[in-house]
């Protein structure tokens, strides 16, 4: 089933109790499986939209529908089944480290749900597998590793709890090149091998169009697009979206105006190295 988003408005309530309208009457359904970007300038409102795919946020009106579960949801229900469903990792997960050792750290989460010890253990060192973390991190303080695996160890504690769902914020933020190539490899892993849907919010168009199969765009509250990456960037009011293009997609545009080089849809540089070999029967 996924998530749902029926008629979905959020508003935040100011110091003098106005209103400010976040989201407003939002219709969306996230299906089991989907790879799913979200994206738009900053005060969009997509990480509004996101808070409440695992009820840190409960709809001003309309109803979010997670599984089996209900936002806004009945006074004496508890959210922690849903964020079992759902996974957020936030900007910057590694800012929530604390314990004496990553081992521990990682458990944490699944003790919070009620696992013994022992369950927890296992179910922690068998996130760490799926992140790349070795025996030797494990012993080690969180806070004695580099900052990528750190990031590593904060997604493993998301993992540990078996969520079926990864909601992910900017999780490339602050990372090098190939920090964020390794951490969206890991992602697309999860995706394709363990078959966990993907909700990314990302500013990073490159990464966006790389990994996404499907791209929501969001603006003033409301999604202003919905649909494939080919259709997006060459969408005839792509302007008004106020986003960028991917580097590749760019130079090809150019390439395009400047030299006549037929153009083709390419998001990576090896994409645009490759076209250019067949134009040119390299």
Not at 223 to 237: E, S, T
């Amino acid at each position: 089933m996924g998530i749902q988003f029926k008629q979905v408005s959020y508003a935040y309530r100011g110091v003098k109790n106005e209103r400010y309208e976040a989201i407003l009457n939002i219709n969306l359904e996230i299906k089991d499986g989907e790879f799913v970007a979200i994206i738009g300038h900053t005060g969009s409102g997509k990480t509004t939209l996101v808070q409440h795919m695992n009820a840190l946020l409960e709809p001003t009106k309309g109803e979010v529908q997670i599984f089996n579960y209900r936002l806004p949801k009945k006074k004496k229900e508890k959210v922690g089944p849903i964020r079992k469903c759902v996974g957020l990792v936030f900007q910057f997960p590694e800012y929530q480290l604390f314990e004496e050792t990553v081992l521990k750290d990682i458990m944490f989460g699944p003790k919070n749900f009620g696992l013994t010890n022992e369950e927890a253990e296992v179910k922690a060192r068998e996130a760490a597998q799926l992140v790349g973390l070795t025996e030797e991190i494990l012993n080690k303080s969180p806070f004695r590793i580099s900052g990528g695996q750190m990031r590593r160890v904060a997604i493993a504690g998301i993992l540990a709890m078996e969520p079926d769902i990864l909601v992910l914020d900017e999780p490339t933020r602050g990372l090098d090149p190939q920090g964020s190539k390794e951490i969206m490899t890991l992602f697309k892993e999860l995706h394709v091998n363990h078959h966990k849907t993907i909700v990314l919010i990302s500013h990073d168009m490159n990464i966006v169009s790389q990994y996404a199969s499907r791209i929501l765009v969001m603006d003033s509250g409301h999604v202003v697009f919905d649909g494939k990456r080919d259709d997006l960037f060459n969408h005839p009011q792509f302007d008004a979206f106020h986003l960028a293009r991917p580097h590749a997609y760019e130079q090809m545009i150019h390439l395009s105006q400047q030299l006549n080089i037929p153009f083709k849809p390419v998001y990576t540089k090896g994409e645009l190295l490759e076209h250019l070999k067949e134009v040119y029967h390299e």
